[in-house]
């Protein structure tokens, strides 16, 4: 397994294999904060195909009391491993380590307890609905 920045050139493969509704977490969201310069956009390839992502969102949790008690710190955001059969195999933990390693350079990796807060996000349904979600959630800073 090979985890890779994502490139423009994956977007489309990104959408085929994992289609993505989500209106925040989108691929070419996501792909567009790493291109400003906002976050970083990891994909895991298994013998060619994507299995999962995860992003490293430079600029935080955008939930403003994780903001507030913990401002400038990262957040891995959006890990997924797919098809759901890969889950449970170390797919996930080496996510976490690629998102760790820029953490580590830019001397902004480390854990501890963080803020409890409602995660709030939402999505499109296949016929085109938003859908919209509330998960209690808990931040674990880096610093």
Known sequence: ????????????????????????????ARFARQRGGRGTYLIPWLDGRPVGHAEVRWTGCEAPEVQAAHPGCPEINGLFVWPEELRSQGIGTALIRAAEEPALTRARLG?????????RWSYRDPAGGLQEHADRAGSSPEG
């Open 1 to 28: 397994m090979e985890i890779m920045a994502c490139r423009f050139r994956d977007l489309f493969t990104l959408e085929e294999v994992m289609p993505s509704n989500s209106v925040d977490g989108s691929h070419p």
């Open 111 to 119: 854990y501890r307890p963080g803020v409890r807060y409602v995660d």
